[in-house]
């Protein structure tokens, strides 16, 4: 059973910076494609970013586009997200999981954003 964690969270100003890290347990990880999710206070958990299994096509979400970097380490089951020029909107629980969101989820890392 895959189970995930993940970290990295924190408070940061806006205009700030943060590395979440995302720890994948189980034998299959490589042949995933990756994802990271969102849920904001009050709203509906939303794709923020994806990544190929093989690292090779990343997308995100408009939202965030061009402040984000999506990537991964399939030798040491990790993934990662680069987070820059952050807002306020972006106060949320971040979460990975599975492109198509299958995986059981973890308990996210919550990001702060003051305004």
């Known amino acids: 059973q895959v189970q995930l964690v993940e970290s990295g969270g924190g408070l940061v100003q806006a205009g700030g910076s943060l590395r979440l890290s995302c720890a994948v347990s189980?034998?299959?990880?490589?042949?995933?494609?990756m994802a990271w999710f969102r849920r904001a206070p009050g709203k509906e958990r939303e794709f923020v970013a994806g990544?190929?299994?093989?690292?090779?096509?990343?997308s995100y979400a408009d939202s965030m586009k061009g402040r984000l970097t999506i990537s991964r380490d399939n030798a040491k089951k990790m993934m990662f997200l680069q987070m820059n020029m952050l807002k306020a909107e972006d106060t949320a629980v971040y979460y990975c999981?599975?492109?198509?969101?299958?995986?059981?989820w973890g308990q996210g890392t919550q990001v702060t954003v003051s305004a």
């Open positions: 999981n599975n492109r198509g969101g299958t995986f059981a």
């Open positions: 189980g034998p299959t990880f490589s042949i995933y494609s």
């Open positions: 990544i190929r299994w093989d690292g090779g096509q990343t």
